[in-house]
């Protein structure tokens, strides 16, 4: 059990003989919080459970007869295209002339569409034989705050619970994949007939949506072996997009998608079609192997197979593939050789590692992945050990290096 959505207000509660177990807060807590939220996830000793977090209970402890707004959803799943709306309802409010809240939503998911009275408010504002109108929505980066008023200076307010305005968004990306997600509405303020002070009460929620994604997305970063630190580590210094990388990735249909990568090596793969089979990720960066990853991408929820968030982890992509033949051998080895010592050299020319020169660095990249074949290497291709020039190690003693295999 967790208090107000932290997880760090937490306890394990008793059951006893019968399986029972009482969940509360003490009168005090609500003099110092007000409403407050409880969440109880159930599982056994062998932590077998529901799915978390759509599996977490949620529960509202509020004083009787304290005055709150709530959010509803007119949907529980939803997918791209389709519109959502919540509304906002009002409860035990007096006296209510004109009210005011604020959504937040991600922009690149999301987008408003409207913002109109409910229904079943205007029914009621009808009985009363008064009208109100919405406020013209004020639209800002991720956040729309919308308000509404009883057009009648006379009337003396509402009094009681009642829903008052829908905001409806359009799904325009089903790249989003929080369980249990909601759109944050924080506080709700709302006027009384006659005053200018406004009244301030938290906005609770108790209901949830589901984005029900048919597209995966994959997120992680590129491990070129001759950019890592000792700690494994990618250097921050340099600009990753000037590299030359390829980051795609194929499905057993032989559709290619292609990724994006920012400079810090952080590479993207998005709209990838929900399906049964594999997908092998590739990571492609000049002077290395091929870096391959095979997975399958998805979730099934309640027999439908939806996309997934994925942070893949893909192997290193083994430095010292100097010519691109996907294969580590003497030839790489020939290649610094003979421009060893150089400055101003490519990756084609020997500098792995693009410090400006090619140099010991360079060819033990080599040595240390020597006869290493990329994944993506044909079956006949075959690493070469020596030529004419020698053995790797006879390479190494010319240029005044010590083989260390």
């Known amino acids: ?46 932590t077998a459970g529901p799915d978390y977090p759509s599996g977490v209970n949620n529960y509202w402890f ?20 389709d519109e959502l709306t919540v509304t906002l309802n009002a409860k035990h409010v007096k006296q209510f ?3 005011e809240f604020n959504v937040k939503f991600l922009e690149k998911n999301f987008k408003f569409a409207n913002a109109k009275l409910n229904p079943a408010f205007e029914k009621l504002l009808s009985e009363k034989g008064v009208i109100a109108k919405v406020n013209e929505p004020k639209l800002e980066a991720g956040s729309v705050t919308i308000g509404g008023s009883i057009d009648d200076k006379n009337f003396a307010g509402l009094d009681g619970d009642f829903p008052f305005i829908d ?15 909601q759109l ?22 108790d209901q949830t949506f589901s984005v029900m994604s048919l597209n995966s997305l994959v997120e992680g970063n590129i491990k070129p072996g001759a950019f890592l630190n000792e700690r494994g580590y990618l250097d921050e210094k340099l600009d990753y997009t000037k590299l030359g990388v390829k980051v795609y990735a194929t499905d057993s249909y032989r559709h290619k998608f292609e990724g994006s990568l920012d400079k810090y090596g952080y590479f993207k793969l998005n709209g990838l079609p929900v399906n049964n089979r ?5 990571l492609e960066v000049p002077g290395h192997l091929t870096s391959r990853l095979t997975t399958k991408l998805g979730t099934e929820k309640d027999g439908k197979l939806l996309g997934q968030y994925y942070y893949a982890r893909p192997d290193e992509n083994l430095a010292g593939d100097v010519n691109g033949d996907k294969v580590i051998d003497i030839k790489d080895a020939e290649i610094i050789a003979s421009n060893y010592g150089k400055k101003g050299v490519s990756v084609k020319g020997g500098d792995l590692n693009s410090d400006g020169i090619v140099d010991e660095k360079d060819i033990r990249f080599v040595e240390k992945n020597f006869l290493k074949k990329g994944p993506d290497a044909s079956k006949s291709q075959t690493a070469v050990e020596k030529s004419k020039s020698g053995t790797l190690a006879d390479i190494l003693k010319k240029l005044g290096l010590t083989p260390k295999k």
């Open 278 to 282: 594999d997908y092998n990720l590739y």
């Open 62 to 81: 509020i004083p009787q007869g304290a005055q709150y707004a709530k959010t509803s959803y007119d949907k529980k799943e939803v997918y791209k295209n």
């Open 184 to 205: 944050e509405s924080p506080i709700f303020v709302y006027w009384k007939q006659g005053e200018t002070e406004p009244n301030r009460m938290r906005v609770l929620q």
């Open 97 to 99: 002339v004109a009210g």
């Open 167 to 181: 905001v409806t968004f359009k799904v325009e990306n089903d790249e989003f994949y929080e369980a249990n997600a």
């Open 1 to 46: 059990m967790y208090y107000d959505y932290s997880p760090y207000l937490h306890k394990f509660l008793p059951i006893n003989a019968d399986g029972d177990f009482k969940v509360g807060i003490t009168p005090e807590s609500f003099k110092v919080e007000g409403p407050m939220n409880t969440g109880v996830y159930i599982f056994d000793y062998a």
